[in-house]
């Protein structure tokens, strides 16, 4: 049997740190749907992005940001493969 309470945040826990926020911040505006969608994470949507909502992003955080939000977008687009086989179908 598992130990959950290793698995589980704690008040003392450091937070993550600025780049993981910054990739899933980033990944979230990649996944918009509608006008605002954007297909791929890569640099030139990251740069963009950091430009349109205000955030410094250090040069050299390029690299670890992208690889960090490419394993989330791939994550998220494979959740988003699996919805429609989860949900119940309907027979008519």
């Known amino acids: 049997m598992r130990e959950l309470s290793q698995d589980t945040p704690t008040l003392f826990d450091a937070p993550p740190p600025r780049t993981i926020s910054q990739a899933k911040d980033f990944v979230r505006w990649c996944c918009s749907f509608g006008p605002d969608f954007r ?18 992003i250090i040069e050299s955080d390029e690299v670890e940001i992208l690889e960090a939000a490419r394993v989330a ?13 989860q949900s119940p179908s309907i027979a008519s």
């Open 73 to 85: 977008f791939l994550k998220r687009i494979e959740q988003s493969m699996r919805e429609p086989e």
């Open 39 to 56: 297909n791929s994470p890569d640099v030139a949507n990251l740069r963009y992005w950091a430009r349109k909502n205000k955030v410094k």
